[in-house]
């Protein structure tokens, strides 16, 4: 089912960023291969979402079901307006979920707001994510907690009995 952008894209309709988001997914998927070959404890889920800043992020998150609580890991490609408003601004980027802290980022682009020139970008960033899969071992490994856990655990702001 088609979740239509809140903003407007000019030239690409609901049904074009469900094509995106395929693609994305595809070779995000590779990436979940890689990563479950490498770290079997790892839970994948694939999402999509849109909101008035952008017309789609698709990503993939990955935690560990194993272990103790740790941040989800996202690698994921955000999609939206191009400063100029007549183009798609796509940038890609593997990070904590919570933290938002950045393990890989890939240089974002700008391109004409059509179908081919949006599938075209977003096919090589999505590749060069899903080659990833170090990083986002490494970030799991690191099991870095979320951000209220980390609040709790730290000695200046944790009261003394």
């Known amino acids: ?10 030239g690409l309709s609901p049904g074009d960023w469900d094509r995106v988001h395929a693609e994305v997914q595809a070779l995000l998927d590779d990436l979940s291969q890689r990563v479950r070959s490498r770290c079997p404890a790892v839970s994948v889920r694939p999402g999509r979402t849109s909101a ?8 993939r998150q990955f935690k560990l ?5 740790g941040e989800e890991i996202v690698a994921g490609l955000l999609f939206s307006p191009s400063p100029a408003g007549d183009g798609v601004l796509i940038g890609a980027d593997i990070g904590g979920e919570e933290t938002g802290q950045t393990d890989y980022e890939v240089a974002g682009r700008t391109v004409p707001a059509d179908l081919p020139a949006v599938l075209s970008a977003a096919r090589e960033l999505a590749g060069e994510l899903a080659r990833q899969d170090e990083v986002v071992v490494k970030a799991l490994a690191e099991r870095r907690p979320p951000p209220d856990d980390r609040e709790a655990n730290d000695p200046k702001t944790t009261e003394k009995s």
């Not at 079901?65 to 609580?69: H, K, P």
């Open 1 to 10: 089912m088609s979740t239509a952008p809140v903003t407007r894209s000019p």
């Open 52 to 59: 008035r800043a952008w017309f789609l992020f698709s990503y």
């Open 65 to 69: 079901v194993d272990e103790g609580a």
